[in-house]
């Protein structure tokens, strides 16, 4: 059963922006969304899995050293939904991005993001 779905990636230039949403189904699974940690990891062909942006259930943030100052975590927990809103793309964030609950150990099924020079 599907708990976690992510949207908005793509196909942009070098500098662009994009904004990544990931959104919580199921009654039950929407109340513990909203009180538990999420994060976005991404993932490159031959490359390991990274941790991109994490956001705790009271709006505290962290970042991978590769995004800070470019990428920006936030949370809607009326609408559920927890976004990575990404600016100044770079070839190098190529990769599937994946959305995860730390409660349950939930992943979502991916989105492509792929950045040209």
């Known amino acids: 059963q599907v708990h976690l779905v992510e949207s908005g990636g793509g196909l942009v230039q070098a500098g662009g922006s994009l904004r990544l949403s990931c959104a919580a189904s199921g009654s039950i699974f929407k109340t513990i969304f909203k009180i538990t940690t999420v994060g976005w990891y991404r993932q490159a062909p031959g490359k390991q899995r990274e941790l991109v942006a994490q956001?705790?259930?009271?709006?505290?943030?962290m970042y991978g050293d590769s995004v800070k100052g470019r990428f920006t975590m936030s949370r809607d927990n009326a609408k559920n939904e927890v976004y990575l809103q990404m600016n100044s793309l770079k070839p190098e964030d190529t990769a599937v991005y994946y959305c995860?609950?730390?409660?349950?150990?939930?992943w979502g099924q991916g989105t492509q993001v792929t950045v040209s020079s």
């Open positions: 956001i705790t259930n009271g709006g505290i943030t």
């Open positions: 995860h609950s730390s409660s349950g150990d939930y």
